[in-house]
Structures are given as structure tokens and as C-alpha cells.
């Protein structure tokens, strides 16, 4: 299902690659090149989710965002920034922004990032369902319990955090880099694959010994959780 | 006008108001007290003269004045004048303007050529009649005008010294200050390696002069350490550009398909490690410049190593190392930057993981002492020779350069730069065997403007 997306960059290059991919993946994308025009088309608050370059001409990107929030438009908003240190990224999410990626990033995690923040949008309007249902498997958020085809499955606090993290974005690619954010509330780039030990312990516990396994690894791109 | 004449005018002035005020107190104190003197004997002398004439009249009154003139003391001053002005008895050759009291005036004597200051009284009388009774004050003026000329000298004496003491004094601090300035001159003409000189005096030259010094020190170290960086930045990038380069050449090159995405992977992985490598170095520069220091909190240390020791546990496990945490009964509140000491420790935790593994445990521990926190890993690999500890600490130091895969050898440095930003330090030791790394901070780091 196509959204609205603005997206704000006054990088040509960057934004037509963008644009087109996010055309692709069937969104609708109005472009504004500089902070101005970009918060101008924002108040509208007619977009789905704005994609917000941080260095930009005229009013830059953390500016638009404060504007943007001071009028009380909830749109979510992703920053795209060069600005890669830990505490840059901090003070980007700090000034109400929903998500924060670093330059440069693959479009993969981007569109990993975009659909996430869409689907965070959709259980907005519709308020949370009690039990996350994928597939045979049952989650009760609540009691924190798992169940996979009525077998109840023995979770340690991180893995269950995990899981429920993968259940919210059912059929979407999740980074490792999301989870590292999401999951962990880590802001860093750890040098090694200990996300990945992670992921593949929490598969372990939920695919063996049934016939279809639900956690799967996207090349490139990171894992997804789907029936 | 040059800072020395200015300096010395300044002192100059400066002595001479404080002599000024000096020579003022004793020229009041010694003016008051002759005064005062001549003034008791007037009053006296005016006094016994109203008695003789209240008890005797005014023939008694005439008589005890020419007994008084008698006496030929001159400096008396005496003198009967009528309602009409005509003088009945006494001295004074022309009378001073009517006013009954005590006064000093001008007055001249009879017989005498110059007019003389005189303390007088004058005293109306019954019948209209004036009494004008007092003393010149020769001889109590005449040691005044001494004094005053030789306190005006003093005054002139003292502030021709304080002038010279101040031409000294602005010469000596003109010196001090330029020695400091000739070093500054020479530095700007970049020679760094130019230092203030100091004596043992101790003095606040001396202090300043070492405070630049160590500033100099500092900042040559820092341009040191900026060049090596950029040295060894410019050659560590040279072999993963190198690399990249190749496989995107050998990407353009094939014809296979499935190697031609292989090799298209590969390129993208080099370019994320290249990237990694630049915001590393990025975040080692900005921790040790302080900057960061805005989003410092108050947090439990205990539970960030907890939860980074679960983080880490399946790692060090899959690769064959039991990982241990000694969690603290208590919290260890610290303030700092949450994220980055995250950073830090995860640093240290995936070097031990990474070459101590094979020595089976790691161990993490956390402790207070004073105002002091420490964060221990431990590990029971081959640890690091006590002469290899400052390279290994080094920007891109890695001690053995053929694991090329994992790290770019800025673990260490940026551990290191993250206790920095915390007023604290890294510390490598020997874990008898392995390494024992140690982040040691203070709880609350000193603020800084």
C-alpha cells in the first residue's frame, strides 16, 4: 500500500536515488530541497512520514524538525545526517525525531527504517491488539508470554524484547543496526557480529523442532519475522 | 604612551598622594597644636584684664595696661580704644575692624615698622569702649613656615622617588613581560619549541611562565599526536581504498554474474569498514576535545556493565570463553556520558573476547573507591608485553597487523579518549597471564567552561 512521503535533501544525487527507489517500492514522494520549502510542505500534515536531511540551505533539517513538533505535527521523521558521532545522533533524536540514520547507508536499511516508522504510524491509528499473532506463533505482551502452536517458549528478558521487536514489524526486513537502537538503546557501531549471536539464539529457541521456521535472514539487509 | 612611562607616572602618583596625605595629617596636627597654644595664652591674658577692670574700672584697667607695656615683651599686644575710636592706652598703631572674640589678624604695633599675624581677643566694655587684648605669633608662625617649606620639600623628594621607584619597577615587569612576549613572537613565527624562562624565585612571572610553558608542552603534543594521526590515517586507509578499489575494478571486469554480485558485496562491505574507521577517529577527536561533556548524566554503572555483560555473554560463549560479571550489591551512580562509556566498555570486552578468548574466562568487574569508579576486563589470553602496552593504545596500534577482518586497531585509542572526555584514564596491566584493562573514573568529572 503506497504512502505520502516528503522527503527533504538537497543532495540531487542522493534524493533522485531515493525518490526512485521509494517510487518503486509503490510510496508517493514529494521532494523540497531546502529547509524552508521542506518545513513549508511538512505543516501541511498531510505526509505519512518525512524524511529530513540534517545539513540543508535556508533552515536546516534540526530547525525544521523543532518547528515541525512546536506545531504540534506528530508526522514521524526519519534525519538522514553526515553527522555519524555518538552524540550527534543523540541530539538528533533528542530534538523529536523518530528515527536517525547515518550517512552513508544502504538503501536497504532505509527502507527498512521507512517501513517500520509507516507501520508505527498504522498501530498509531489503530490502537495495539493484545496478542502479537505470527503465524502459530502467540505473543501477550502483557504477561510477556510466548506460545509457538500452543507450546509455551522459555524467553530470557533480552530475547523476549527481541522477538517482540521483530512480531511489531511482522513481514518488514529489520537492520541489525535497528536492533542494536531498538532493542538495546545503543547508539554505536559494535565491531563485531554480537547482534547476530543474539538473533541466531532467539532462532534457535523459536524454530527448533517445527517445520517452518518464522525468523528469517535477509541477505544484505538484516533478519524478518514472518509466517 | 608606552606602557613602562605609563606604569611609572602611575607610581609615581601613587607616592605622591600617599606622602601628600602623610605630610597633610602632621602639617594639621602641628598647625592645630601652635594654634591652640597661643590661643589658651590669649584667652588667659584677656581674661585676667576683664577682671582687673570689673574689680577696679577702667583707671585700674589703664594702669594694669601700662604695667603690662612695661614689661616691653614684644609680642604683647594691649590696647584701650573709646566709643569714639581714640585709643586710651596701649600699643596698637591702628586699630583692626570691631568684632567682639577670638581671631587671628593683621595688626601693627606702635613703634614697629612691619605688621605682624597676631592672636588677638577683643572684648566690648560697658561704656562702649573696646579691649583688645593677644600676642603676635612670631615665633609659633616662624617655626610653622619651617616646617611647611620642609614638608613641601619632602613632598617634592618623595614624589621624585616615587617616580624612580615606578621608572624600576615598570623597567623590571617590562622585561619579565617581554621575555614572555619575545617566546610568544617566536611561536607565532612557528617555532614551537620556544619556552618561557622561569627562575627559582617563584614568583607570579614565574608561575605564568610555567603555565605557558605547559600550555606549549600540551599543545606540541597534541600537534604531535595530530600528525600521527593524520600520518597513519592517511596509510592505514591506503590498503582497505586499495581493496575496495580493486574488487569494484574486478566487479566492472567480470562476466559472471554471481561472482559480479560477490564481488559487488565486497565492495560495499569495504566501503561500511572504511566508514567505521572515519567515525572512530571522529569520536576519539571529539572526546578528547571535550565535546560531548553537554549530555553527561547521572546512571548506575553497575547496570550498564550488567546489561553490556549480557550483551556479550552469547559472544564470548560461541567462541568458546565464559564470560563473568561480578555485579556490585550496590548502585554506582557515576556522571558521564552513558553511550560512549557504553562504547568504551563494549570496546574492551570485544578485545577480550577477540584475542583472549582462548584462555577460557573474562571477567568483568566494576568498583568504587573514594571518588573513584573503576571498570575492570580481564582476560586470560596472551596479554600484552609491558613494552607493547603504549603502541597498543596508539591509534591504528594493532599489535598483530595480519587480522586485517576485524577492527582497525581503535579500540584502545578510542576506550582511552572516551576516559579522557571523563577526566579519567585507561589503564593496561598484566592479569598474570592476560590482559586486565582498566577504565578508571572519577564519579563525578571536574566541569569544565
Known amino acids: 500500500m503506497g504512502r505520502k512521503i516528503l522527503l527533504v535533501e538537497d543532495d540531487r544525487e542522493t534524493a533522485s536515488y531515493l525518490a526512485k527507489g521509494l517510487t518503486q517500492e509503490g510510496h508517493s514522494v514529494e521532494q523540497a530541497t531546502n529547509g524552508q520549502d521542506g518545513l513549508f510542505r511538512a505543516t501541511d500534515g498531510s505526509f505519512d512520514l518525512v524524511i529530513l536531511d540534517r545539513m540543508l540551505p535556508v533552515l536546516d533539517g534540526l530547525s525544521v524538525l523543532k518547528a515541525l513538533r512546536a506545531a504540534h505535527i506528530d508526522t514521524p521523521v526519519l534525519i538522514l545526517s553526515a553527522l555519524a558521532s555518538v552524540g550527534d545522533r543523540i541530539d538528533g533524536l533528542e530534538c523529536g525525531s523518530d528515527d536517525y540514520l547515518v550517512k552513508p547507508f544502504s538503501f536497504a536499511e532505509l527502507l527498512a ?36 502452536a500452543g507450546k509455551k517458549l522459555d524467553l530470557k528478558p533480552r530475547e523476549y524484547l527481541l522477538l517482540e521487536y521483530f512480531a511489531r514489524n511482522e513481514g518488514r526486513v529489520v537492520t541489525r543496526t535497528m536492533l542494536l537502537e531498538q532493542v538495546w538503546d545503543y547508539h554505536f557501531d559494535p565491531g563485531t557480529n554480537v547482534i547476530d549471536v543474539h538473533v541466531s539464539r532467539l532462532r534457535r529457541k523459536l524454530d527448533e523442532g517445527f517445520d517452518k521456521p518464522l525468523l528469517h535472514t535477509v541477505r544484505g539487509a538484516g533478519y524478518m519475522l514472518a509466517a | 604612551m608606552p606602557t613602562t612611562i605609563r606604569i611609572a607616572l602611575l607610581a609615581g602618583l601613587l607616592a605622591l598622594l600617599s606622602n601628600l596625605a602623610v605630610i597633610g595629617f602632621i602639617y594639621a596636627r602641628t598647625h592645630d597644636d601652635a594654634v591652640a597654644s597661643i590661643h589658651r ?29 612695661d614689661y616691653a615683651d614684644p609680642q604683647t599686644v594691649v590696647a584701650l580704644i573709646d566709643s569714639s575710636g581714640k585709643e586710651l592706652s596701649g600699643n596698637l598703631a591702628s586699630a583692626p575692624s570691631f568684632q567682639e572674640g577670638y581671631r587671628t589678624s593683621v595688626i601693627r604695633l606702635r613703634g614697629q615698622p612691619s605688621p605682624h599675624q597676631a592672636a ?40 621624585l622617588l616615587g617616580l624612580l621607584c615606578g621608572v624600576i619597577l615598570a623597567h623590571y615587569v617590562g622585561h619579565r613581560i617581554g621575555e614572555i612576549a619575545t617566546v610568544a613572537n617566536r611561536i607565532s613565527a612557528r617555532d614551537l619549541s620556544q619556552r618561557v624562562p622561569v627562575s627559582r624565585a617563584g614568583d607570579a612571572f614565574d608561575r605564568l611562565g610555567a603555565q605557558i610553558n605547559a600550555m606549549l608542552d600540551r599543545i606540541g603534543a597534541l600537534m604531535e599526536q595530530l600528525r600521527l594521526l593524520t600520518d597513519s590515517l592517511a596509510h592505514d586507509l591506503r590498503s582497505p581504498v586499495s581493496r575496495l578499489r580493486s574488487a569494484a575494478h574486478a566487479a566492472a571486469e567480470t562476466e559472471d554474474p554471481v561472482e559480479q554480485e560477490e564481488l559487488l558485496e565486497r565492495v560495499v562491505r569495504q566501503s561500511d569498514a572504511l566508514m567505521r574507521i572515519l567515525s572512530t577517529v ?7 576535545a571535550f565535546t560531548g561533556r553537554n549530555q553527561f548524566a547521572w546512571f548506575d554503572l ?12 552469547p559472544l564470548a560463549e560461541e567462541r568458546g570463553a565464559a564470560l563473568v560479571y561480578d555485579r556490585p550489591s550496590r548502585p554506582l551512580p557515576l556522571f558521564g556520558h552513558r553511550q560512549l562509556l557504553a562504547q568504551a566498555i563494549s570496546n574492551l570486552v570485544e578485545n577480550a573476547i577477540r584475542y583472549g578468548s582462548a584462555g577460557g574466562e573474562i571477567r568483568i568487574g566494576v568498583g568504587q573507591r573514594n571518588r573513584q569508579i573503576a571498570i575492570e576486563v580481564a582476560d586470560r589470553g596472551p596479554g600484552i608485553p609491558l613494552d607493547r602496552r603504549e603502541e597498543a ?3 591504528f596500534g594493532r599489535l598483530d597487523s595480519s587480522r586485517s577482518d576485524e577492527g582497525a586497531g581503535l579500540g584502545l585509542a578510542l576506550a582511552e579518549a572516551i576516559a579522557h572526555l571523563h577526566d579519567g584514564e585507561l589503564v593496561l596491566d598484566d592479569n598474570r597471564p592476560g590482559l586486565l584493562t582498566t577504565l578508571e573514573l572519577p564519579v563525578h568529572p571536574v566541569q569544565r567552561t
Open chain 2, 393 to 395: 593504545r596508539r591509534r
Open chain 2, 302 to 313: 553497575g547496570e550498564l556493565a550488567a546489561e553490556l555483560a549480557e550483551m556479550y555473554d
Open chain 2, 120 to 159: 588677638i581677643v577683643m572684648q566690648r566694655l560697658p561704656r562702649r569702649e573696646w579691649l583688645i587684648s593677644g600676642r603676635v605669633a612670631g615665633e609659633g608662625f616662624a617655626i610653622r613656615e619651617t616646617l611647611e617649606s620642609s614638608l613641601l620639600i619632602a613632598l617634592v623628594v618623595a614624589g
Open chain 2, 282 to 288: 571522529l569520536e576519539i577527536s571529539r572526546s578528547e
Open chain 1, 113 to 148: 527504517r521507512v517501513n517500520a516508522l509507516l507501520r508505527r504510524r498504522e498501530a498509531r491509528v489503530d490502537p495495539a491488539e493484545r496478542r502479537l499473532m505470527v503465524g502459530d506463533l502467540e505473543i501477550d505482551p502483557l504477561s510477556r508470554s510466548v506460545k509457538r
Open chain 2, 41 to 69: 595664652q590669649v584667652d588667659e591674658q584677656a581674661k585676667v584684664l576683664s577682671d582687673v577692670y570689673r574689680t577696679g574700672g577702667k583707671a585700674a584697667l589703664i594702669n594694669a595696661i601700662e604695667d603690662t607695656l
